[in-house]
């Protein structure tokens, strides 16, 4: 697993972090940005005004901040940053229940990016991946939503692989159709196992998965990770159809 750096740099990671999010969704409000990070307003105010400074933001009339030059604009919908607020409560219980680390991601092409993680207590565990990036045909929540894919997106994305690797990848997908469930067992680092399912209705598609480190990993517990997830991603799923048709969230959302 790939962990933080050890030696001071939180106000590095935190800028780098912002500046992520501002170019995945888009322009935020001061407060809103503190609140992602988990930091004082004033300290989110220093952070984007570096960000400015380098271009790598600029600041809106109405105040909010968007991505600066250097950035571009936004990669991913903003409708993601209303995915990440619905799925929130229920990725806190699915921790809360399983005791692993869980994740929402989205399709950016043919990779997954993370779009919230909501960590485990456990010393040893799977920390937050939010803004990074993986392959969507190795990773278990990339691999939940490559499934359900039509037949020329997929064989667009797999046609830029070796084609050994592409006959592994449509092997697997077969798989994961007839399970329901993704599984990526060390494929994207080593020593991390996860599973993923996808959000089923989600707009643009999206999927959530429990990560674990490989030693915790256990067949016998397999069925009821996929259980618990599949009842994640639909309650999930309820609560971004219930706010489409203009319903409050269900209770404790």
Same mark, same amino acid.
């Not at 997954?112 to 278990?140: K, N, Q």
């Not at 050994?164 to 994207?188: C, I």
């Given at each position: 697993?790939?962990?933080?750096? !050890? ?30 990070? @988990?930091? *004082?307003?004033?300290?989110? +105010?220093?952070? =984007? ?23 571009? /604009?936004?990669?991913? #919908?903003?409708?993601?940053? +209303? =995915? %990440? ?6 990725? $806190?219980?699915?921790? *809360? ?15 997954? %990016?993370?779009?919230?993680?909501? /960590? ?9 991946? !939010? ?6 045909? %190795? ?5 939940? =939503? ?11 994305? =797999? ?31 080593? @020593?991390?196992?996860?599973? @993923?399912?996808?959000? #089923?209705?989600? #707009? ?16 016998? $517990? ?5 259980? *618990?997830?599949?009842? !994640? ?7 971004? !159809? ?12």
């Amino acid at each position: 697993m790939r962990n933080a750096p !050890t030696y001071p740099l939180s106000s590095v990671d935190a800028a780098l972090l912002l500046a992520a999010l501002l170019r995945q969704e888009g322009p935020t409000r001061l407060t809103d940005a503190a609140a992602r990070l @988990g930091v *004082a307003p004033s300290t989110a +105010h220093r952070l =984007l005004a570096a960000l400015v400074h380098r271009d790598f933001a600029v600041q809106l009339p109405d105040r909010r901040y968007a991505p600066g030059p250097v950035l571009g /604009e936004p990669v991913a #919908p903003v409708a993601s940053s +209303h =995915l %990440r607020d619905a799925a929130l409560p229920h990725l $806190r219980r699915l921790v *809360a229940e399983q005791g692993e680390s869980a994740h929402l991601v989205v399709p950016a092409g043919g990779v997954t %990016r993370f779009v919230a993680t909501v /960590e485990c207590d456990a010393v040893l565990r799977v920390g937050d991946r !939010t803004g990074r990036t993986l392959p969507a045909h %190795r990773s278990a929540a990339g691999k939940a =939503l490559l499934a359900g894919w039509d037949t020329d997106a997929l064989a667009a994305l =797999l046609g830029q692989l070796d084609p050994a690797e592409a006959e592994r990848v449509h092997r697997d997908l077969r798989g994961v159709r007839r399970r329901g469930f993704a599984l990526n067992d060390q494929a994207t680092e080593v @020593g991390l196992t996860a599973v @993923g399912v996808p959000v #089923p209705g989600a #707009p643009g598609g999206a999927a959530i998965s429990l990560a674990m480190p490989r030693v915790r990993f256990s067949r016998d $517990r397999l069925p009821g990770w996929v259980t *618990a997830l599949t009842s !994640t991603a639909a309650a999930v799923a309820a609560d971004l !159809t219930d706010e489409s048709r203009g319903r409050p969230r269900s209770p404790g959302s």
